[in-house]
């Protein structure tokens, strides 16, 4: 089992910056990869950022490119999504997701997830 709080949403104004972390409830070297999805009212959920705990190597979708950044810290069982020159199309519940081996497959975990409104 990995429990996953998030934290760090809130209101920001177009063009503002805010940090998610997401805290994993075990070390994340047991952890294959994490990935930050949101979702926004009436639409699926979507990937955001994912990174892959042993090698560093991170995935962004192209709405966010270059914005958004990704990263661990391992030390603290922690993932942070950087989100800066934020839209109005931004504004979603932000979860933490994290696929551990399970068997020969993945397990995956989510966060209970973090609103994040854009607005002036």
């Known amino acids: 089992q990995v429990q996953l709080v998030e934290s760090g949403g809130g209101l920001v104004q177009p063009g503002g910056s805010l940090r998610l972390s997401c805290a994993a409830s075990?070390?994340?070297?047991?952890?294959?990869?994490m990935a930050w999805y949101r979702q926004a009212p009436g639409k699926q959920r979507e990937l955001v950022a994912s990174?892959?705990?042993?090698?560093?190597?991170?995935n962004y979708a192209d709405s966010v490119k270059g914005r958004f950044t990704i990263s661990s810290d391992n030390a603290k069982n922690t993932v942070y999504l950087q989100m800066n020159s934020l839209k109005p199309e931004d504004m979603a519940v932000y979860y933490c997701?994290?696929?551990?081996?399970?068997?020969?497959?993945?397990?995956?975990?989510w966060g209970q997830g973090t609103q994040v409104t854009v607005s002036s």
């Open positions: 997701n994290a696929r551990a081996h399970y068997g020969l497959g993945f397990q995956d975990y």
């Open positions: 075990r070390s994340l070297n047991s952890i294959y990869d």
């Open positions: 990174i892959i705990i042993t090698s560093g190597r991170t």
